[in-house]
């Protein structure tokens, strides 16, 4: 079992920036791809962002290309999504989740744990 807990979310004005951080226990960190995803009131989660077990790949959602980078310290068992540039469509709950495998373009059916989210509100 691997355990994540996101933190980080808030309100922040349009073109303002936040960090989120996602927090793992239990398994071995490393043996997992770790993913942000996110979900909007009324709509389907959505993928944001992803990053292989060791930190060497990245791939990211068309919608935050340039503006969202992702992150891990695998010494803290820590992911980050450091998300510049905010506009109110990025309003959403944000998600983390880890898979044992690193599969482009991720799906929510691939990931193996979630955490419970942690929102994100941007004011415009």
């Known amino acids: 079992q691997v355990q994540l807990v996101e933190s980080g979310g808030g309100l922040v004005q349009a073109g303002g920036s936040l960090r989120l951080s996602c927090a793992a226990s239990?398994?071995?960190?490393?043996?997992?791809?770790m993913h942000w995803f996110r979900q909007a009131p009324g709509k389907e989660r959505e993928f944001v962002a992803q990053?292989?077990?060791?930190?060497?790949?990245?791939y990211y959602a068309d919608s935050v290309k340039g503006r969202f980078t992702i992150s891990r310290d695998n010494a803290k068992n820590t992911v980050y999504l450091q998300m510049n540039s905010l506009k109110a469509e990025d309003t959403a709950v944000y998600y983390c989740?880890?898979?044992?495998?690193?599969?482009?373009?991720?799906?929510?059916?691939?990931?193996?744990?979630w955490g419970k989210g942690t929102l994100v509100t941007v004011s415009s």
């Open positions: 989740a880890a898979a044992g495998r690193y599969i482009v373009p991720p799906s929510t059916q691939g990931m193996a744990y």
């Open positions: 239990g398994r071995t960190f490393v043996d997992y791809a």
């Open positions: 990053i292989s077990q060791f930190g060497g790949t990245t």
